[in-house]
């Protein structure tokens, strides 16, 4: 059929018409989509920058300079490495850090709707606090005996007796922390103590320092709570889940350990109540478990298992790596161990 003359350049004006909108799309699927890649990129340094400098204030290093540490993970976490300077928020007394990372994202087709380009911003908040809850060993020691073998260590790590508060430094000296057993011997006997509600130093008749959740987990670890009981996991062996394969992985790691200050019962129904946590770098174990009776590993482990007596060895420090819920309860003790963590 014959196109009629008047009907000639209509497909032009349609596409001029329709042109518009087309790159109005194309704005909406590719600009858009690069913004959006952009600020995960910078939330993503923004977050690494907050937990990094939490990290440092944690261990007493909030001196660092904070502005160059946020730089440097900003630029690490973005594709072109191009951030704006970050804005650091750092309030040490309450123990918070906030990181603002930004950038200019550029565009191709949004230009022809008059849009240039796009401020990009990303911002994260961390937290160091006294842990309130922590996955931790299955093994859980006195306040009373771990305040002996810090001071016999050198450790700044004394109670005060008005305000319950620890003070904490770390030390280099190696010390052996004993899981006791009544048949035990040539153990360091001058740290042990009777934590309130123990009738003797042997604190829990029937349970030797393990612990356990009540529930078949499969793992070598045990979630606790300040201020909460846990029951003993009686026997002098450790739980199965705590392989030689697995303890081998924690030699020359920091941990956070368990404390408790009080203690009841004795075999199956005993419990400890958790006072806080302590950071402690494992250097040797020795300890023995269901299945594979002894683990040797690591170093300083000479007398441990005189009788039947355990140890696990290492140095009191500070952790900031610590898993954990931030603590809610004021009053809970600071033992070294610290929780970082994003709070926003």
């Not at 849009?115 to 937290?127: G, I, K, L, N």
């Amino acid at each position: 059929m014959q196109r009629l003359k008047g009907e000639r350049g209509a497909v032009a004006v349609v596409v001029a018409l329709l042109m518009i909108p087309l790159i109005g799309f194309g704005a909406i699927a590719i600009d858009v989509a690069a913004v959006h890649a952009d600020r995960q990129q910078l939330q993503l340094g923004a977050d690494a920058a907050a937990l990094a400098i939490a990290q440092d204030c944690a261990v007493g290093s909030c001196t660092a300079d904070p502005n160059a540490v946020a730089q440097d993970f900003s630029d690490a976490n973005k594709n072109d490495g191009d951030t704006e300077a970050p804005v650091v928020t750092l309030e040490p007394n309450a123990g918070t850090v906030t990181v603002e990372t930004a950038g200019i994202r550029q565009h191709w087709l949004a230009p022809v709707l008059g849009f240039e380009e796009s401020d990009v911003v990303a911002r994260a908040t961390a937290a160091w606090d006294v842990p309130g809850g922590a996955d931790t060993l299955p093994l859980i020691f006195s306040v009373c005996e771990i305040d002996k073998l810090a001071q016999a260590a050198g450790t700044s790590f004394i109670v005060d007796p008005l305000t319950g508060e620890y003070t904490f430094q770390n030390t280099s000296a190696i010390v052996q922390i004993y899981l006791d057993h009544p048949s035990s011997s040539g153990a360091p006997k001058d740290y042990s103590c009777t934590p309130e509600g123990a009738s003797s130093s042997l604190t829990m008749p029937g349970g030797f320092s393990w612990i356990t959740d009540g529930t078949d987990s499969g793992v070598c670890s045990v979630y606790t709570t300040v201020g909460e009981p846990v029951s003993n996991n009686p026997g002098n062996p450790g739980p199965s889940e705590c392989t030689t394969e697995y303890l081998t992985g924690l030699i020359g790691k920091t941990v956070a350990l368990p404390v408790y200050n009080f203690a009841e019962g004795g075999g199956a129904p005993g419990v400890y109540t958790v006072y806080g946590y302590v950071g402690f770098k494992v250097v040797g174990m020795w300890l023995m478990i269901q299945g594979e009776q002894t683990v040797k590993l690591g170093t300083g482990t000479s007398g441990c298992n005189n009788g039947n007596g355990q140890c696990i060895v290492g140095q009191f420090t500070e952790v900031s790596d610590l898993s954990g819920q931030p603590s809610s309860d004021p009053d809970a003790a600071d033992l070294g161990a610290k929780s970082v963590h994003l709070t926003d």
